[in-house]
């Protein structure tokens, strides 16, 4: 079964109220935010990469959930396999410093062993509070699409990852992703949908879109690329079409009514309007002006190819 | 590292002040009870194992915690593979019996794709609440330690899912573990500490002693065998050490005052005085009046051939 199919069944099982019809990243329960992902090696890292960065992908993918709720952090819970004494180590490294990072506690979880040669697999459950927890369903028509930070420099770190030359500050970008949690505290009161954009900016939108039963059109103009990223790959139509269906950038994607001004946020951190949502339904696309075709692939979708 | 080695290293790390020093099964958070266990094909269910047990197995390992903790369930949260349709849906098909056997809702979860041939690896979290959460440091010298129901059947039904002859019951006794979630609501408010079964009963016994900075003397001949498990392997000394040496028992393993006397189970779940708890530390055996020296292995311990 392909992910969607595979919710859909499950929605056919007893649902907790706060589950949010398992439509959204987080559940909200009694005042917390749960919510939680799982990371498997040669899928959503790589066996090349070092323990110390998979603890802080780990740990800050979820992280990152709860920003897209406007959630103050409770702590973490891990399902880790314990593994050779240097990938051990090495993960525990990476581990103390995203939850000194993010000033994150440690609530539980469980070690296993596995097979012989088996493919790493490792679950976190991030647990928020005194979250405003807006979903993606609530944007209305004429909303504005808005983003944060800068868009596709993880996806051209997996490429500088798996063996594309490329500055340093771009593969950081893809191993030590930064959860916008203070800015998502910021932010999570004004708006009317968010969720953070972990599968890529183009099918990230378009889930906020269908949830709310709206079309969205993207810019792809306005779509904010680094500095590094531009002068990595360059900031044509196919460079934006490459930052906007590249995933992992963990940033903060929202609706808001179209007279909101952003405040200024935490470390002047950027926001940018890249889009705006309308009556319809679908995903359409412009640059300078005109239309811009789809292209085959907006985005991850797990198990899609299953 | 091995599993101790592991979570020695995990608590140098922040600790949320619930997470009881990661030395419980469960953390105790704003009037919440959480928990969390991994299942690994080939470690702790066989490839051959049906997807629907599987699921089963999954929930209950889980429930059985938060049974350990006297707690009613709120939810679960689960971290799940997609694998070949027939597998998907046999895994749905025992979630839906689970969650309807024990009146539990799904809170959320993660669906992941794995890379081709990748031994399955599945989390779940469940999150109770209202629990005395009783944990395994409260023991004092001179308690009574009680085990519910039999001990055994599941090491029994492992035999016999890897290919021994025996009865439905055992194997059942594997494969649909029941979680003691009654029971653990009306012992939890008597007991000085209490674990579930999981990976035997010498261990989860001799974890409880430890915790609670005690020796624990156990009667084998005491120990509760099912007729099943007797007909199929005995009643003497050998039979009796692996029964108490295998997993997967799920039952509530506790101590309490040397007087108190246990109230009626629900479902007339039996419930037995195995041992004793006095000032010193270990584990010691006797059967018949006589010592009985300590196995090579006590139960499971995940990583300690690593």
Known sequence: MNEPEFLAALRTLPLHPGARGLRDDAAVIGGFVLTTDTLVEGVHFLATDPAADVAWKLVAANLSDLAAKGAAVEGVMLNVPLSADDWDRGFLNGLRGVLAAFAVSLIGGDTVSLPVGAARVLSCTAIGRDAPAP???????????????????????????????????????YRRPQPRLAAGRVIAPHVRAMADVSDGLLIDAARIAAASGLAVAIDLGAVPLSAAYVRWRGEDRDDRLAAATAGDDYELLFAADPDWTPPPLPDALPVTRVGTLAAGAGLTLHHDGEPVPLPARIGWEHGAAV
């Open 135 to 173: 979903s993606r369903t609530g944007a209305r028509a004429g909303d504005a699409l808005w983003v944060t930070g800068t868009i596709g420099d993880a996806g051209a770190g997996l490429a500088i990852a798996q063996g594309r030359a490329g500055p340093a500050a771009l593969l950081a970008a």
